[in-house]
Structures are given as C-alpha cells and as structure tokens.
C-alpha cells in the first residue's frame, strides 16, 4: 500500500477486479413497509445491505479470499491456518476451498456445530481446542510446523481491503446515504467501510456499534491507542474480540465519526425485527447496526438517509432459538 492512511480509492477498486468473478454484490434493500415504519424513526430514509448472502455467510470472504489470491505460489502448497470460532472460520475454509489450498482451522471446542461442519463441508481440517486462546496458539504452532500462512481475522492489508470493496457496493447501490452505522468486532469490517466512504464523501458521517460488554474500539477511543480488554461479556460472539490492533486502529480512528454501544437485550429485539418483518434469521452481530439505529442513534438520524448492514448469519437454528427465547 502507499503512504496514505489505508487503502486508495484505485487499490479498492483494483480489489473489486480480483474478487469479482468469486464474490457476490449484496443486495441493498430500503425498509420502507408499512411493518418497518412502526418500528424505525419517522422521516428517516434506512437501506441495509445484505451481506450475510455473501459467500460462506457474511462480509469475512471478501478479505479470507484477497488474503489467498494474494499469496505466493509457494505459499499456496504450504497451505493457510487460522483460529477463529465465527465468520472468519468459514470464511478461510470456503476462501481456501475456491483457490485449491489446504486450510486448517483452530476452534474453540464450544463453537456452534454449525460452524465446525460447515467449514469441514469445504474440505478444511478442524482442529478444536479448549478456548479461543488455545485456538490462537495452536495456529502459531502449526503456521510453525507445517510452514503455513497465517490468517488473522481482521488485523491487515487484506481484510481492510475487503470490508472497503464492501462500502465500494454500497455506494455505488444507494449514493444518497449520508450517515453509515457499521458493526465492531476486531475492527475489520469498520476500518476498511469507513476509508472508503470517508475518501468518497468526506462529508458522510460513520458511527460504529459495539456490545456493551465487548466495547473494544468505544475503549480505544477513549485512550487514543489500541487496549485489550479483560473480559468479554456478550451474545455477539462475532463482535467478541478482546483486543483492538494497531493497523484496523489507526483506520478507523481516523475514518469514523463515534462509536455507540448496545446491550445484548437491545441486539435480541433487533433480531427478533429481522426474523418477523424480513424473515431473516440474524446472528446478533448482524443485528447491531439495527439495533443502534432503534436505541442510541435514534435522535441523531432522524431526517437522514441511513446505510445499515447485516453483516452475517452463521448461527444455528438450535443456537438462535434459544437465544431468542430470553426476550
């Protein structure tokens, strides 16, 4: 990349080029039925793209599958290894899959049985692990042993590049958004929508949202670097990170305007919208740009025209039932 913060508008669009062919435009839909208007605040304009249709179920293929085009041939018979209970599990495995290289994926051994088979369905080999820390260091001793490339879930060139392609569609799908609300895990997903809105409409304003009890970024903020957080406390296991890392940080410290929290009540009503308006079953964390816009954001955006995202639906049936059942 050059010296500018993040990625330029023409790396973007030359990431565009090379996923184009394997990855799918997510359909941007406007919440305009009569059932959405009782529940969004009046006079206010809200599309959500859909990326949990994308490939392997959310917005994490685009960057596993930039990621693996990018490596050298050599690499490629190496082969890749990541550590993740989520999206970026099946993102890796379907990523690895598409371009012919062997994937081992390190998982907690409590991750949904959803996800474990759906990555084995792709062909990867999953190696479960006490927790996710364990899954972390059973990555670096395989990257090791078996001399295979790393992929971290969302720190890096890569990922930031393929959340950006990302809000490159949503752009172009509905130009008249002038307020974008974007789910924080890692950090990923934001730092990499926020400069490519940021550098196409300086004007536009990006808000983040974050569990309350996985706050990493709001607390990032707060100190102006990068903290780790010392426990982690949510149903959105996909906005669970406990780390913020220098490379998403420093993006979206930059690119984004503020971010807001939710607690996980908020992020199950928000759900529950989806499944009874849309009939789409949504994990949590593709529940919290809703849940922003109903709960903290919803004085700020009134009168405005507000881009939100689902960002993906991996969750079991079994899984979402349950959770479900606490409202």
């Known amino acids: 990349m050059s010296t500018e913060l993040g990625p330029s508008i023409s790396q973007i669009n030359l990431a565009r080029s090379v996923i184009k062919q394997?990855?799918?435009?997510?359909?941007?839909?406007?919440?305009?039925?009569d059932r959405w208007m009782e529940v969004l605040p009046r006079d206010t304009n809200v599309s959500v793209k859909l990326e949990l249709f994308q490939q392997a179920g959310s917005f994490k293929a685009r960057g596993a599958y930039l990621g693996i085009q990018n490596l050298s041939s050599e690499q490629k018979k190496q082969g890749v290894v990541a550590a993740s209970g989520g999206n970026h599990a099946l993102a890796v495995s379907w990523a690895?899959?598409?371009?012919?290289?062997?994937?081992?994926?390190?998982?907690?051994?409590?991750?949904?049985?959803?996800?474990?088979e759906g990555c084995r369905s792709v062909g990867a080999e999953v190696i479960l692990c006490e927790d996710i820390g364990d899954s972390f260091k059973v990555m670096s001793s395989l990257a090791d042993s078996d001399r295979r490339v790393m992929m971290h879930p969302f720190e890096g060139e890569n990922m930031t590049l393929g959340s950006?392609?990302?809000?490159?569609?949503?752009?172009?799908?509905?130009?008249?958004?002038?307020?974008?609300?974007?789910?924080?895990g890692g950090g990923g997903l934001i730092s990499g929508m926020a400069c490519m809105i940021k550098k196409s409409n300086p004007r536009a304003i990006v808000v983040?949202?974050?569990?309350?009890?996985?706050?990493?970024?709001?607390?990032?903020?707060?100190?102006?670097?990068?903290?780790?957080?010392?426990?982690?406390?949510?149903?959105?296991?996909?906005?669970?990170?406990?780390?913020?890392?220098?490379?998403s940080f420093s993006i979206a410290k930059k690119f984004v305007d503020k971010i807001v929290r939710v607690s996980d009540h908020e992020l199950l009503e928000s759900m529950n919208y989806y499944q009874d308006i849309l009939s789409i079953t949504a994990e949590p964390a593709c529940a919290a740009s809703l849940a922003a816009i109903l709960g903290p954001l919803k004085?700020?955006?009134?009168?405005?025209?507000?881009?939100?995202?689902?960002?993906?639906?991996?969750?079991?049936?079994?899984?979402?039932?349950?959770?479900?059942e606490q409202l």
């Open 22 to 33: 394997n990855l799918i435009k997510t359909p941007v839909i406007p919440l305009k039925s």
């Open 96 to 116: 690895a899959a598409a371009a012919g290289v062997t994937a081992k994926i390190t998982m907690p051994k409590t991750t949904d049985p959803y996800r474990i």
């Open 164 to 184: 950006a392609t990302c809000a490159a569609e949503y752009i172009e799908q509905s130009p008249e958004i002038d307020l974008f609300v974007i789910p924080v």
């Open 208 to 247: 983040g949202v974050e569990p309350f009890g996985a706050a990493g970024l709001f607390e990032s903020f707060k100190v102006g670097k990068p903290v780790s957080l010392g426990t982690v406390n949510t149903i959105a296991d996909s906005l669970g990170s406990p780390v913020t890392l220098p490379h």
């Open 299 to 324: 004085n700020e955006i009134l009168g405005r025209s507000v881009g939100i995202i689902a960002c993906g639906s991996n969750i079991s049936l079994t899984r979402y039932n349950v959770l479900l």
